[in-house]
């Protein structure tokens, strides 16, 4: 089955513990991103990446950082989390940008 | 002024009626349009692209205004499970290959 997993899918957390949020796709896509939703700001970019070791920021980048070393995996690294960063957290991919995106299914964060 | 504006909604509508939903950027280099369905707490998933020329998907009908850069969505015979937030999602074009959505519009379908 194509999809984009993305664990853990609930976190809740101390400032300034590092964590990663994981995110894998099966479809050979080339293009892979990271977005936070929160209420009354909809979904904003925070990286992507256009292939293995080729990334670039979004709208939204401090305080994450993120990696491409394989086509699959796209991990959301927060190195100090701050209780800004409690969001909503989506990993998508798709084939090129201008194309349907393939959401993963959200992670949940609170940093307390 | 937001890249992607849209009517936040919420639109409360009964069973079969017809609803329209509009969608404005600013960016007038974007490139590709597209809606978007997200139910609560869910990921959005892809409804339409939005072509040009207009389109239809069943009771749904998308355009594309780029002289006044807008965008819209026509739901036709309005049905209990359309209830959801509906964003428009603009690829700016140019030298990037963000993807700028809108904060979405949510619709509720009543019996």
């Known amino acids: 089955e194509a999809q984009v997993t993305q664990n853990p899918r609930y976190l809740i957390t101390v400032t300034g513990k590092k964590l990663t949020v994981t995110c894998s796709q099966n479809?050979?896509?080339?293009?892979m991103s990271w977005y936070r939703q929160d209420p009354g700001l909809g979904l904003r970019q925070i990286y992507y990446s256009m292939n293995v070791e080729v990334t670039d920021k979004g709208d939204v980048p401090e305080g994450y950082k993120v990696s491409r070393k394989e086509k699959r995996n796209f991990p959301l690294i927060l190195e100090s989390p701050s209780p800004n960063q409690t969001s909503l957290y989506f990993c998508a991919s798709s084939p090129i940008p201008s194309y349907e995106q393939y959401f993963g299914p959200g992670t949940r964060l609170t940093v307390t | 002024r937001k890249e992607v504006e849209q009517d936040p909604g919420p639109f409360n509508v009964p069973e079969g009626a017809t609803v329209a939903f509009n969608c404005t950027y600013s960016?007038?280099?974007?490139?590709?349009f597209f809606w978007y369905r997200q139910d609560c707490r869910k990921e959005p998933k892809l409804l339409m692209s939005v072509y040009s020329s207009g389109n239809e998907d069943g009771r749904f009908t998308a355009q594309l205004n780029r002289a006044s850069q807008y965008i819209s969505l026509l739901i036709r015979d309005s049905k209990l499970s359309d209830s959801a937030t509906y964003l428009c999602v603009v690829t700016p074009g140019g030298a990037t290959n963000k993807l700028i959505f809108g904060t979405g519009t949510l619709l509720a379908v009543q019996p």
């Open positions: 479809m050979n896509h080339e293009y």
């Open positions: 960016n007038s280099a974007s490139q590709s």
